[in-house]
Structure formats: structure tokens, C-alpha cells
């Protein structure tokens, strides 16, 4: 192509000049190639001393506590806040340099609590313990120095004794009955806006254990419920 183009004065540069051009081909190539694969890997953003799995699972702590934040029950919840004390107890003994942002954003978060209204709702999903379980798989020393009791507040001398996000419609002793909607929230909305007379107390249900656990508690302590109806979307 050069000689066509220069003629047969330019056959001196020929080889010279492919050789450049296919160094500086394959140099290109190998530094493409070379970005793409660090950025597949998620090794760019990646703190110098952390392990891009370590790197993951911090990023997934820090989006489970912000998102949980920003919910209002998150706010007034005793997971939260027992989260947010055992991060700052486990995080400074952890060897990596990503967990800086994370520890940097925990003053922020305690200082948006409120006063905690309950212990534990047993949420479906649960941020707090998301974000607990994430550091203990990804950090195994860490449970031997900050853990998630969970464990629900029961109120004594007081009914319901367990407090949650249900309606306490309860006047007298004349409403004997008591509605799970299970995780149908919507319907527990609705029966409470009709507001039945013998409807003492309704709420959702949505954990097998948890939410089960305060459903007994609130319905065997009022002498005054006899019927359980179990209704909605499981």
C-alpha cells in the first residue's frame, strides 16, 4: 500500500513502519482488554487492600442500613439501632480500607433515630439484619463481637402487650374477635377504616416466627377475644 503510494524511494521505511503500527496495535489491545477486565471484576473502585468480594459486601451493608433509614418504622425500630451500635463496635476491627464510607455514614444514621417505639416488627425483610447477616458471612470473626438479638419488647400491665403495626380498635368487652390479614396490609387497612363493632384487634402477619410469636401474645392476654379469624395473602 505504501509503495502504490509513494513508490519505490519509500521501501526503506516499510518495515520500521510496520513494526510500530503492530506494536502499538497490540499495546492498545492488551490495555483495552486489561480495563475491561478490571472493570468486569469491579476491581476499579476497589480501596487499595480490599478484596473486591470484601469491597461487595460492604457496598451491600451501606444499601440495606440507607435504605432501611430512610423508612420511618426503620427509624423508631430496636433492630436498627442495635445495628447501628454493633456496626460501630465490629467495623473498626476489620482490616480493609472500604469500610471507611460505611463507618463515616453511622454518626449520620444515629443521629436520624428516633425514640424507639418498638423492639422488633419481624419485617419480611428486614434491613438491619440483611446487613448483619451480609457482615457475618463476609467477616465470620465479627459474631463473636456484635450479633442481632432481635428480640421483641412485651410490654407488662398493659394490652396488646407487644407492640407492632396492627389497630387496637378495642372499647368494652363486647369484640370478641381478632383478624390476621397475614401479609395482606392493604385488607388490615380497610377492616380498620370499617371499624367493626366486634373487631377487638387486626394486623398483618407477616413472618413465621416472629410475627406468629406476637400474634399469640396479643391474642391470648385479652380475655375478651375468643375468635381468631385468618385471612388474606400468605
Known sequence: ????LFGSSFAGFTKPLVFTLTLSSVGFSWWWMN???RRDCGCDDSPSGTKPNEHESIREMHAEVSEGMNLPKCQQCGCMKETL???GIALPSLKTASVGALANELGKWQQQMKPIKYACLGCAHCY???AMNILHKEFPETEKIASLSCEFEVRP?????VPGEYFDLCEGDSCPVAVSTLASSELADALAERRPRELCIVGKTETENIGIDK???NTITNRTIR???VAGDD
Open 1 to 4: 500500500v505504501y509503495l502504490s
Open 35 to 37: 480495563r475491561k477486565s
Open 85 to 87: 451500635e454493633q456496626l
Open 128 to 130: 438491619p439484619a440483611v
Open 157 to 161: 400491665n398493659t394490652w396488646p402487650p
Open 215 to 217: 400474634l399469640i401474645k
Open 227 to 229: 375468635y381468631l379469624v
